[in-house]
């Protein structure tokens, strides 16, 4: 950036004519400090588990062999077998993809609702506004597993329907929240002059008010994303979700209930994949939080 | 002296009057506070209503279904009959609510028996657990949110952190397994399953706890240095009271306020963990009860337990408000119409 443009862009600044989120950012990576680093590996490599899942498993997950039921852990498989005789570790990696794909659906349904929900309150205001946000009130009082399990008992037991019921249960907070960044910013000076430059109000909203409503949230939902996680599998766990064959990890841990006391490792090895996998997606959510917005510092707790 | 004693009565009378129309406020907004609950139950009553009827599912199919009957068309019409399924969508809520009015939630699909009594009847053991694990979630994070506060960014801090960061990761029916595999088969000290006495208790309300715990120590480390802040604390310090003093009065009753707030958000955490703890531990709760409910798609079933399961919320959402109120002077002081 030349020198003419760094004082452009500062008295643009200076006049509110630049919206928040178009200000520059230096690397993630340079500034983490090492446990932010290590989650941003762990979360990669489960990225790339949770893409590559069928082509990199060892064995077929949910290859059953009777012969070699309850093995421990061996050359061939390295983590042991079920009491199917399934290689525990193809399975865990195969409910990466599971565990992983149904959050990030879950995750991408919540901020659609959201945004739209939560920005079309902000920006359109009077009735409107009104009405969504009622409507958003009446779910906030809802406790959150109770309202995903009366939408799983709606909608039918099945994973889909458990994402389903989770954005359901957890659209409101993010539609509050949407609706409160665009209050803040839609009286700026950038809305008015891209406003006055000719833009519609649909127009203004998706151009100025989303990108900045849209990096906020996001850093919400990395910091989210780990709750849901365990919301998704909790339901799983008690049968509600993935149905019995499909390798997940809650479901997992369930299959494994009946040999808790005599092959505890089978339970142990799902549980820790799930254990490490939100410990990892917290760390780097408040990694991102303090880097990105340091004013979400207060809680965000339901 | 009589003049000193003559200002005293004089504080207390004020004292007094001051009191009492802080009852008074209080009562005021204790009053409109309760006034509310009813129209939120019914906000949440109509919501729960609409989407069973608006779901993918018809009832009248899987009353048939629960019942074993072959669902012939003139079957189905008799069940939709006999459960007012053909009438308009208001007359049904109406009907419902006036049911419901006089706590008659209907009849399980599946034993044919009502649903209200069946579910009072596994609901204290289930709000049991939630109560050991809200004690416990209080107990142990106000010292470690204290500790972690009182050496900011020392290693008490750090080893809070480190705990806090574990506790809001761990599934909590993983930690259930753990704890069971710990004290149950190895050590033996506690028993595994079932309700009995404390002793069985502890295991399922700690499992359930972690989380919240986490999460309180944390705030309240967080809202104990943002009072700590404040500059009545450093006037406080000026004018020579102990440093334990001045966190006793002056830090901890103020940070308090924001963990009371959050004690409202962890009872619904606390049921839903109860809700999916309880197969660990066979614990006779509600929880066994209406998953099954769901599976079925036991309508009544479901309809009154999650009705039920948001009264509870919220009335314990009101009571922390209350507590609220009466613990914050700026609320009283708002109520009363004061500047």
Redesign the interface.
Known sequence: MSSLDAELAGDLASHDLIPPHAHGRRGFWREARWPARIAALVVGALALIALLGAWITPHDPDAVDLAIRLQPADAAHWLGTDHLGRDILSRLMAGATMSLGSVALAMALILTAGVTLGGTAGFAGGRVDQVIMRVAD??L???????A?????????GLTNVIIAIAVTHWAWYARMARGIVLSLRRRDFIAASRLAGASPTQAFIRHLLPATMAQLLVLATLDI??IM?HV??LS????GVSAPTAEW?VM?ADA?EY??TE?LL??WP?LA??IS??AL??LGDALRDRLDPSL?A?H?? | MSALAAKNRDTEDRNVGARRRRDWTMAGFIVRRLLLLPVMLLAASVVIFLMLRLGPSDPALDYLRLSRVPPTQQALDEARRALGLDLPLITQYADWLWKALRLDFGQSYVTSRPVLPDLLHYLPATLQLAGAALVITLVISAPLGVWAARHRNGLPDQIVRLIAAIGVSMPNFWLGFLLALLFSVHLGWLPAMGRDGWRTLIMPAAAISFMTLSINARLLRASMLEAAGQRHVTWARLRGLSPRAVERSHVLRNALLPVITATGMYVGELIGGALVIESIFGWPGVGRYAVSAIFNRDYPVIQCFTLLMVAIFVICNLIVDIIYAWADPRVRLAAEGAP
């Open positions: 009446v779910f009082t809802f406790p959150t597993i109770v309202m399990l009366f939408m799983v008992g709606v909608l039918g037991v780990g709750h365990l599998s909790g766990f008690l049968g509600l809650g841990i209930r808790v006391w505890p339970m142990f549980g799930l254990f939100v410990m917290n760390s510092r809680e707790g339901h």
